[in-house]
């Protein structure tokens, strides 16, 4: 079965860091484009941010430009997002999203469970 499970979420204060981590099984880790995506009841599903399958090439959502860091490791089946400076707004569920196939890296057809980050004082 294709599991995403994610890990490191939390509560940090502003201007904190968090990693967060999803570690995939029951698919070929390396032959997808990963996504990280977030969920508030304010904004609703946001999407964050995408990497390629060998990790030579990201996009982030303008909100997380130059906080965020996507990354991953295909020989430990894990997709990471350093996240930096963190502000209030960035308080969500995350989530990390499988896409179906190559082309579409947006049509997700398997979640994480996800991880509450919290950023308050």
């Known amino acids: 079965q294709v599991q995403l499970v994610e890990s490191g979420g939390g509560l940090v204060q502003p201007g904190g860091s968090l990693r967060l981590s999803c570690a995939g099984s029951?698919?070929?880790?390396?032959?997808?484009?990963m996504s990280w995506v977030r969920q508030t009841p304010g904004k609703g599903l946001e999407w964050v941010s995408v990497?390629?399958?060998?990790?030579?090439?990201?996009t982030d959502t303008d909100s997380v430009k130059g906080r965020f860091t996507i990354s991953r490791d295909n020989a430990k089946n894990t997709l990471y997002l350093q996240m930096n400076n963190l502000q209030p707004e960035d308080t969500a569920a995350y989530y990390c999203?499988?896409?179906?196939?190559?082309?579409?890296?947006?049509?997700?057809?398997?979640w994480g469970q996800g991880t509450q980050v919290t950023v308050s004082s």
């Open positions: 999203a499988k896409p179906r196939g190559d082309t579409n890296w947006f049509d997700y057809d398997y």
């Open positions: 029951g698919f070929t880790f390396s032959r997808y484009a």
């Open positions: 990497i390629d399958k060998g990790g030579s090439s990201t």
